[in-house]
Nanobody, 125 residues
Framework: QVQLVESGGRLVQAGDSLRLSCAAS????????MGWFRQAPGKERELAAA????????YYADSVKGRFTISRDNAKKMVWLQMNILKPEDTAVYYC??????????????????WGPGTQVTVSS
């Protein structure tokens, strides 16, 4: 089992930057690819960004490409999502997720095994 806890969400204004953090604990000796999902009110949860276990490959949804950056430090068991030029449509609960995987340079769009409780990001116009 892996436990994930997100932090860093808060109310910001459009154009601001924010960095979300995800701390992993538990059976972190296994290999995991990581992702940041988000769910806005009345909408389905969507993948915003993903990163391979090694950390060399990343994926971004078109809606965040060029504004968000996902990164990780396996030694610290941390994953971050740097969000710049925030827009009101970025308002959502953001979830950190982990998927068991061989530690290769592959990211995943689905099939995540563990989830954090989420952190609220609200962007005012």
């Amino acid at each position: 089992q892996v436990q994930l806890v997100e932090s860093g969400g808060r109310l910001v204004q459009a154009g601001d930057s924010l960095r979300l953090s995800c701390a992993a604990s538990g059976r972190t000796s296994s290999n995991y690819a990581m992702g940041w999902f988000r769910q806005a009110p009345g909408k389905e949860r969507e993948l915003a960004a993903a990163i391979s276990c090694i950390g060399g490959r990343t994926y971004y949804a078109d809606s965040v490409k060029g504004r968000f950056t996902i990164s990780r430090d396996n030694a610290k068991k941390m994953v971050w999502l740097q969000m710049n030029i925030l827009k009101p449509e970025d308002t959502a609960v953001y979830y950190c997720a982990a998927r068991r995987a061989y530690c290769t340079n592959s990211y995943y769009l689905e099939g995540y095994d563990y989830w954090g409780p989420g952190t609220q990001v609200t962007v005012s116009s």
